[in-house]
């Protein structure tokens, strides 16, 4: 069995990830009976657009956000949604639905063939914008929690939300370093979008 593959029992705990915070999410379902996990989803986030280190992003996936707190949130006002992970400009690590269970991250979307990306895929949120490169401590952590999530699952394809709703969404955006990804992760080429 190849080294990447011994089991880490330790660090999963029903799909729940023992290196993140857990904020729990009621925004999450359950996944159709035999999904193949084999897809991780990178997005890009910050509330408002282009502020960091705030709570609201956290807020916003726990349902808690005010929506009278900012001009912005009045346009996204009742969104009910979520993704597995969130990882802040520092690196620090949030998961608000388990592994195990589908959160709502992708929307409309198709990849590999496949439709409905959130049966069967792990959302990532980078707080970030669309354009803005990400920071040192989030390629890290981004590195070994695909690493970890790979143990876990047949993880075949990463792809960012640009990718699985072109057209539609264009997160992560151009900030982002697919090749930095790759080269941390080594995994073969065809797991990666075609397009960066
Ligand atoms: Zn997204």
Redesign the pocket.
């Given at each position: 069995m190849p080294d990447h593959l011994a089991e880490p029992a330790s660090l999963w705990d029903q799909g729940w990830y023992a290196r993140a915070l857990r904020l729990d999410s009621p925004n999450f379902g359950p996944r159709p009976a035999g999904a193949c996990i084999d897809l991780i989803v990178i997005?890009?986030?910050s509330l408002p657009p282009g502020q960091y280190g705030g709570q609201q992003v956290q807020d916003l996936f726990t349902n808690q956000l005010d929506w009278d707190a900012h001009p912005y949130f009045s346009e996204i006002r009742g969104l009910q949604v979520s993704s597995h992970f969130y990882i802040r400009r520092d690196g620090s690590l949030c998961q608000f639905v388990s592994a195990e269970d589908r959160a709502w991250?992708a929307g409309a979307s198709e990849y590999r063939g496949r439709p409905q990306c959130n049966d069967d895929s792990i959302g990532i949120?980078l707080e970030g914008l669309e354009g803005d490169v990400f920071e040192d401590a989030q390629y890290e952590q981004l590195s070994r929690l695909c690493l970890d999530l790979h143990r876990l699952y047949p993880i075949a394809h990463v792809a960012g939300?640009e990718h699985i709703a072109p057209g539609r969404?264009g997160?992560p955006g151009k900030g982002f370093d697919w090749q930095r990804l790759k080269a941390t992760l080594q995994l073969p080429d065809q797991c990666f979008p075609v397009c960066f």
């Open positions: 997005h890009s986030i991250h949120e939300h969404k997160d």
